[in-house]
């Protein structure tokens, strides 16, 4: 009779991981017609069927400690986080000195300010843009942020290009990595931006092609929004002036699909992926910071995503800055 039970109990469990295992495959096939992914051969297809396992386990983990955001199944699923750093994160993140920064702005007290404002309604913010496989989001980060004021300082509105950016900029490197400041001296050495219908993004770093007479919007500076991670400083200058490029550590994000990422999510702070904020509101019983990201609609909430403001989450308040068009 024990042997009996024995062997039930051994039937069950491999039964109920046999099940699993179905389960999840399913789910990876769901994920490649959703996603028209395609793998070259077999073998190719087991390796991304494990991978794509081992991540669900992943968000499923930071699922069940996160009480405001859900983490689950992203076209990243593929991918080992290694991978996804590589391909979508900065390899190269310039450390920035902000001792001698000059901040123009002063933080006021929360209840100073209006429950929620964004920029997305108001005419000044281009699409969600997509990078693609280039860590090309500093350039993305700077070439918006520019967008916005250029737009703010009563010209219309218009895509540029950061395509001009990553293969011109000599002070970064392009699809491995830049930053949002060193990306603005360029600018302002190089006259300009072009359009992107002039000189359109195509995912990879190529020869300079910019022409000088294609320029269609310009900055005569840049600015740091904050030099102290002060987020009321951040929120008076998203305001008063405009929607300001932030950079913040997003290895998590691989398996975000929305709700709002607080304190508790586990979000580092190491900054390797820069975005744009474009204002904030009240959600979940909470001040949260709406933050538009660079890796197309099919991504968190049609491109956005949601950040508890007050502390640091993510490092958002590490790295602000603002292009400056007089």
């Given at each position: 009779?024990?042997?009996?039970?024995i062997?039930?109990?051994?039937?069950?469990?491999?039964?109920?991981?046999?099940?699993?295992?179905?389960?999840?495959?399913q789910?990876?096939?769901?994920?490649l017609?959703?996603?028209?992914?395609?793998y070259?051969?077999?073998?190719?297809?087991?390796?991304?069927?494990?991978?794509?396992?081992?991540?669900?386990?992943?968000?499923?983990?930071?699922?069940?400690?996160s009480?405001f955001?859900?983490y689950?199944?992203?076209?990243?699923?593929?991918?080992?986080?290694?991978?996804f750093r590589a391909?979508?994160?900065?390899?190269n993140?310039?450390?920035?000195?902000?001792?001698?920064?000059?901040?123009?702005?002063?933080?006021?007290?929360?209840?100073?300010?209006?429950?929620?404002?964004?920029w997305?309604?108001?005419?000044v913010?281009?699409?969600v843009?997509?990078q693609?496989?280039?860590?090309?989001?500093?350039?993305?980060s700077?070439?918006?942020?520019?967008?916005?004021?250029w737009?703010?300082?009563?010209?219309?509105?218009?895509?540029?290009?950061?395509?001009?950016?990553?293969?011109?900029?000599?002070y970064?490197?392009g699809?491995?990595?830049?930053?949002?400041?060193?990306?603005?001296?360029?600018?302002?050495?190089?006259g300009?931006?072009?359009?992107y219908?002039?000189?359109?993004y195509?995912?990879i770093g190529?020869?300079?092609?910019?022409?000088?007479?294609?320029?269609?919007?310009?900055?005569s500076?840049?600015q740091w929004?904050?030099?102290t991670?002060?987020?009321n400083?951040?929120?008076?200058?998203?305001?008063?002036?405009?929607?300001p490029?932030?950079?913040?550590d997003?290895?998590?994000?691989?398996?975000?699909?929305?709700?709002?990422?607080?304190?508790?999510?586990?979000?580092?702070?190491?900054l390797?992926?820069?975005?744009?904020?474009?204002?904030?509101?009240?959600?979940?019983?909470?001040?949260?910071?709406?933050?538009?990201n660079?890796?197309?609609?099919?991504?968190?909430?049609?491109?956005?995503?949601?950040?508890q403001?007050?502390?640091?989450v993510?490092?958002?308040?590490?790295?602000?800055?603002?292009?400056?068009?007089?």
């Open positions: 009779m024990k042997v009996f039970v062997v039930a109990v051994v039937f069950l469990v491999f039964t109920a991981a046999f099940a699993s295992a179905e389960s999840e495959e789910q990876f096939r769901d994920f017609t959703k996603f028209n992914k395609h070259g051969t077999r073998a190719e297809y087991l390796h991304r069927l494990e991978v794509f396992r081992h991540n669900l386990a992943h968000a499923a983990r930071l699922d069940a400690r009480e955001s859900t689950g199944v992203t076209k990243f699923m593929d991918l080992t986080p290694e991978e391909k979508f994160l900065l390899k993140m310039p450390k920035i000195d902000r001792t001698n920064a000059v901040v123009n702005t002063i933080g006021y007290p929360e209840d100073q300010f209006p429950a929620s404002f964004d997305s309604s108001k005419g913010l281009t699409p843009y997509n693609e496989q280039c860590g090309s989001c500093w350039a993305f700077a070439t918006e942020s520019i967008e916005s004021m737009a703010l300082a009563g010209n219309t509105l218009a895509s540029l290009s950061m395509q001009q950016i990553v293969d011109c900029d000599p970064d490197d699809c491995n990595g830049g930053n949002p400041s060193t990306a603005y001296r360029y600018v302002m050495e190089a300009g931006l072009e359009a219908s002039s000189y359109p195509i995912g190529g020869p300079c092609r910019f022409d000088k007479s294609k320029i269609v919007a310009k900055i500076s840049w929004v904050t030099k991670d002060n987020e400083e951040m929120q008076t200058f998203t305001n008063n002036t405009g929607p490029s932030i950079c913040v997003a290895s998590t994000w691989q398996y975000y699909q929305g709700g709002v990422i607080t304190k508790d999510d586990g979000c580092g702070t190491s390797d992926h820069c975005v744009q904020l474009t204002g904030w509101q009240q959600m979940k019983g909470m001040t949260v910071w709406n933050v538009r660079s890796w197309g609609k099919d991504w968190g909430e049609k491109g956005y995503l949601y950040i403001k007050g502390y640091d993510c490092g958002i308040g590490q790295e602000v800055t603002s292009a400056i068009v007089h």
